[in-house]
């Protein structure tokens, strides 16, 4: 991995949250075409090494340097519930700067323009984590950082994820994926956060 | 700056959508009409204290709708997006008072006119009210997003909210009240200094609330 590839880099990074040490010593690089799966079984804090990445939250030892923007995923789908899924999307579209057309093809991607004018609140589970992939893309960030993102899809939608995360590695981004079970991604690298703690 | 017109009209589009719109009306009309029945068929004395009035009802229509200044932001995590792509949370929280002062000020401005009509106000205290009010909006809006960041953890913290900046929001009750009294000379200045004050330090104070939420 060359310097200048690189886009993601943690190093000896510790997490406490509360009086409880969640992590530490954990280091990882990510480049440009890169992916990492973070692994591990509940509370051993793969989603706060997300957040920690993401800059949400501060490390207690180590540092976090990050070369690019990032899009994120996690628990909330940041989607103001009543709107149409469409004007929701577009809402983060004004935020990012974008134009229309590249959310039109994020939705595209994950399946998603039937549910154009579907109220954000009326979707199902699978649903609204394909209408947070969907802003994910949209936003053209390089790092993608992705805490569960196929919770509650089924297997026609992971095909897209896994699909969206293959053409964004293709396109120079990097993918730090926190997921409970495996993805079909093509040349992965793993990280046992459990292991870790 | 495109991005931050986009949050405040999101902001304000929520607000309003919510009924907010519709909240410090009615409330301000449900005041003004249950005082006199209280206070009694005094035309003198409703006119005196119907002013204090407005303004305790003031305070407390910017503090109704903290439940949904922040709360819902964060639990579905806007907040958190709006970190990731390097807002500042003082600007966030700035934007969040602008389109508070907005969703609720101006409601409350129209929901004077009948409310002092049925508290005996005259010409004179109305504009005066007015001028208070208008002065007073940023810094109760101001109270009121900082009130929502620090409760937005809490259940019920809309209750424990308006307990927490009831004492920061003395100087704006006494100033604006003030302004009525022929003697008052200077409380209009002495308000506008207050107001000011609270406007600049909220955003900083509810930013830094903001981040703890994060922790």
Known sequence: MSEADLLLRLDCVACVRGDRLVFEGVSLALARGGALWLRGPNGAGKSSLIRLAAGLLRAAAGTVERRERIALIDEGAALDPELPLRRALDFWARIDTIDGPRVTEAMGAMGLAPLAEVPVAMLSTGQRK??????????????????????????????????AIAKHRGNGGAVLLASHFALDIAELAELDIGALA | MTALIALFWRDL??????????????????????????????????????????????????????????????????????????????????????????????????????????????????????????????????????????????????????????????????FGAGMLDPSGRG?????????????????????????????
């Open chain 1, 130 to 163: 394909r209408a947070a992939m969907a802003r994910v893309i949209a936003s053209g960030a390089p790092i993608w950082l992705l805490d569960e993102p196929a919770n509650g899809m089924d297997e026609a939608a992971k095909a897209r994820l896994v699909a």
């Open chain 2, 13 to 174: 589009r929520r607000a309003w959508g919510s009924g907010a719109l519709w909240l410090p009306i009615v409330f301000f009309l449900l005041v003004a009409t249950a005082f006199p029945f209280a206070v009694g068929p005094d035309a003198p004395l409703l006119s005196r204290t119907g002013g204090g009035m407005v303004w305790v009802a003031a305070l407390l229509a910017a503090l109704l709708p903290i439940d949904r200044l922040v709360r819902p932001d964060k639990e579905t995590g806007v907040l958190d997006q709006l970190a990731v792509r390097g807002f500042a949370d003082e600007v966030v929280a700035a934007v969040k008072i602008a389109a508070h002062a907005f969703g609720f000020g101006l409601p409350l401005l129209v929901a004077l006119l009948p409310a002092a009509a049925l508290l005996a106000q005259d010409a004179a205290r109305v504009e005066m009210l007015a001028t208070g009010l208008a002065i007073a909006i940023p810094a109760l809006a101001s109270l009121a997003v900082l009130s929502a960041a620090l409760t937005a953890n809490l259940k019920g913290g809309s209750a424990i909210g308006g307990l927490l900046v009831l004492p920061l929001a003395v100087p704006l009750l006494i």
């Open chain 2, 187 to 215: 409380a209009v200045k002495l308000l506008g200094a207050a107001s000011l004050l609270l406007t600049v330090i909220g955003p900083f104070a509810a930013g830094a609330a903001l981040r703890g939420l994060r922790e």
